[in-house]
């Protein structure tokens, strides 16, 4: 994957901030595209985070009637310019689906992360993240364990 363009909405700049681990995303791409709503949704600039305003206005106008401004910009910027969009939200993910768009989330980037020895534990980060107000659902946290190579301790939620 980090061959690609990499695009994120806020979701997981936020997600990341809050476990302290912003670390990773430059870690595992180097730069990362953001737009212009993502940036002022997000709040801080980074030297990794490269702001850029997607072309097609009207594009973004279409999408901003089923997703906020930031997901519509960042879906419109992954279109573009064909990047791996990294997206959370459900309705957003579908929409960036049905353009054909190549997509992960948050927890997917901790799986890449473990892979290349970037963090220890899937399950580490997904609990950090759980314990600051980020939702992952149990399925999904079970196949992220999954792929992690981590084996869970049953359900305890």
Same mark, same amino acid.
């Given at each position: 994957?980090?061959?690609?363009?990499?695009?994120t909405?806020?979701?997981?700049?936020?997600?990341?901030?809050?476990?302290?681990?912003?670390?990773?995303?430059?870690?595992?791409?180097?730069?990362?595209?953001?737009?212009?709503?993502?940036?002022?949704?997000?709040?801080?600039?980074?030297?990794?985070?490269?702001?850029?305003?997607?072309?097609?206005?009207?594009m973004?106008?279409?999408?901003?009637?089923?997703?906020?401004?930031?997901?519509?910009?960042?879906? !419109?910027?992954?279109?573009?310019?064909?990047?791996?969009?990294?997206?959370?939200?459900?309705?957003?993910?579908?929409? !960036?689906?049905?353009?054909?768009?190549?997509?992960?989330?948050?927890?997917?980037?901790?799986?890449? !992360?473990?892979?290349?020895?970037?963090?220890?534990?899937?399950?580490?980060?997904?609990?950090?993240l759980?314990?600051?107000?980020?939702?992952?659902?149990?399925?999904?946290?079970?196949?992220?364990?999954?792929?992690?190579?981590?084996?869970?301790?049953?359900?305890?939620?």
């Amino acid at each position: 994957m980090s061959q690609n363009l990499i695009i994120t909405d806020s979701g997981c700049l936020i997600a990341l901030e809050r476990i302290d681990r912003m670390d990773i995303l430059p870690s595992l791409f180097g730069e990362v595209w953001i737009p212009p709503a993502v940036s002022q949704e997000f709040g801080s600039s980074l030297p990794w985070l490269k702001v850029v305003l997607p072309k097609d206005q009207g594009m973004i106008t279409a999408l901003k009637l089923s997703v906020d401004d930031g997901e519509a910009e960042a879906i !419109a910027l992954a279109y573009e310019y064909q990047g791996v969009l990294i997206v959370d939200d459900l309705q957003a993910r579908k929409v !960036a689906q049905r353009l054909g768009l190549q997509i992960t989330g948050t927890v997917g980037i901790l799986i890449i !992360a473990k892979k290349k020895g970037i963090i220890d534990s899937v399950k580490g980060a997904i609990d950090s993240l759980e314990s600051v107000g980020f939702y992952v659902g149990a399925s999904l946290k079970e196949q992220a364990l999954k792929m992690a190579g981590e084996v869970s301790g049953g359900g305890d939620r």
